[in-house]
């Protein structure tokens, strides 16, 4: 068994999720305009995608709903940015090249009509000379969910403690990264690592065709970054105008349409960092992703980097907190239920295993807006023992945190932009 141990560190370190400053809305995604997309019966929305899965996930469906941010007044500064990479990606070609914004919306993705698996922001416009041309561009930017900001700061923050050359180098395009994502729904966690990081190369598995078909056609996901079972490119060349929406960063996409397990036993990659969110239609997590002896949890242990391999897991909160229990938006942590713990201890068992890794930490941060919690595990640290050295490790993550955030432009958790909390996280330790 392992024990649990709860960590704060008061006043001088922060959440890694987002938190609201209702003086700056600078972060199209913050929380604050989950309003707008939350209630997926309001009379404003519409559904733009609907489909059967045979996969597990019932009936897929993308709906749409209106945004206020941003406004009309700045559609003229996206015309123009498209206009611009226009003219660099296809010379000679200006007549072509204006551009009108239509509008921007949220598109949330739906398991049965009631599972909310992901929530995107996408840009529609046109070349003004042929109004059929409509494209769907998702911003990248925009995270509205904040579990997807937390599992990012906290997997690029502990990575960065291992070997912040690699992340220093990677943001720059100066060295590749190999990233993972188990899991796509509307894609928003490959698609910001794509954009972010120049050289990151991402590979994307997702068991459901359904799924990939709604990203693409109703969420603004770069249709060329879809593989086929072979290894091959399904459209050997771009659309021109994916290449002036995404110059070059579709190119790092790679989105296979497998089973996880099926992929991890017939991959030979190693990877930097893996993240995983692979929930099913009835918002389930497969016993088969988390199973400590399963074929895919062994085969993970050997397709993560050995010194500094990272792996981030989105997991759902198992305790029913009860109708008079405190409002979970208002908890500093989140209770942690034997599921929960059975799936820590499983991941944690196997990667950081003596004969794989002689190294190793694990740490879990609840996310109480939603009330989902990211597990870390990471083969860079010492494993530390609870006082000095604990806080000296947290510290060093909490200093790379912020830098990487400030690298990547990553205004959602900016210190001046975000009241500051206590850092409650529970580490894993033996």
């Not at 959440?15 to 929380?31: K, L, Q, V």
């Not at 009309?72 to 200006?94: D, I, S, V």
């Not at 806080?391 to 210190?415: D, F, I, K, P």
Request: proline share 5%; hydrophobic share 40%; glycine share 6%.
């Amino acid at each position: 068994m392992f024990n649990l141990v709860r960590h704060n560190l008061k006043s001088s370190l922060r959440r890694y999720s987002t938190a609201i400053n209702r003086r700056h809305f600078e972060d199209e995604g913050d929380w604050f305009y989950s309003t707008e997309w939350w209630d997926s019966d309001s009379s404003n929305s519409r559904n733009v995608f609907r489909e059967v899965s045979h996969n597990g996930n019932g009936v897929v469906s993308v709906l749409a709903h209106p945004c206020s941010k941003p406004d009309r007044l700045h559609w003229a500064r996206t015309e123009k940015w498209l206009e611009q990479r226009y003219a660099e990606m296809c010379p000679g070609f200006k007549h072509h090249g204006r551009f009108r914004v239509s509008g921007y919306e949220w598109r949330t993705l739906h398991f049965n009509d009631h599972t909310r698996q992901s929530t995107v922001k996408v840009l529609a416009a046109y070349r003004e000379d042929e109004p059929g041309s409509l494209c769907f561009m998702q911003q990248a930017h925009c995270l509205a969910v904040p579990y997807v900001k937390s599992m990012i700061s906290a997997g690029l923050a502990t990575i960065s403690s291992c070997n912040s050359d690699l992340i220093k180098n990677a943001i720059h395009g100066k060295q590749s990264m190999n990233i993972l994502c188990i899991g796509h729904g509307g894609g928003s966690i490959p698609l910001f690592l794509a954009t972010k990081i120049r050289g990151a190369v991402v590979h994307v598995v997702e068991i459901d065709p359904i799924v990939i078909s709604a990203s693409i056609q109703a969420m603004g996901f770069p249709a060329f970054s879809v593989m086929t079972p072979s290894g091959k490119r399904a459209c050997p060349k771009p659309d021109p105008i994916e290449e002036v929406l995404w110059k070059g960063t579709h190119e790092r996409l790679l989105l296979f349409n497998s089973d996880a397990e099926k992929f991890i036993l017939e991959n030979a990659n190693i990877y930097d960092i893996i993240f995983i969110d692979a929930y099913d239609g009835e918002d389930i997590f497969p016993h088969k992703l988390w199973d400590p002896y399963s074929p895919f949890v062994q085969a993970l242990a050997n397709r993560l980097h050995p010194d500094h391999g990272t792996v981030v897991v989105n997991l759902h909160s198992d305790v029913d907190l009860g109708v008079d229990a405190p409002n979970p938006h208002n908890l500093s942590f989140l209770p942690m239920g034997k599921h929960i713990s059975r799936v820590c201890h499983a991941y944690k068992d196997v990667l950081l295993d003596n004969e794989i890794s002689g190294n190793g930490f694990a740490y879990t941060v609840s996310v109480p807006w939603v009330c989902n919690t990211s597990l870390v595990v990471c083969r860079g640290f010492g494993r530390p023992e609870e006082g000095s050295d604990l806080n000296m490790v947290l510290n060093t993550l909490m200093s790379e945190a912020l830098q990487r955030e400030n690298l990547l432009n990553m205004w959602w958790s900016g210190e001046n932009r975000i009241r500051t909390f206590d850092l409650d996280l529970r580490v894993l330790s033996t």
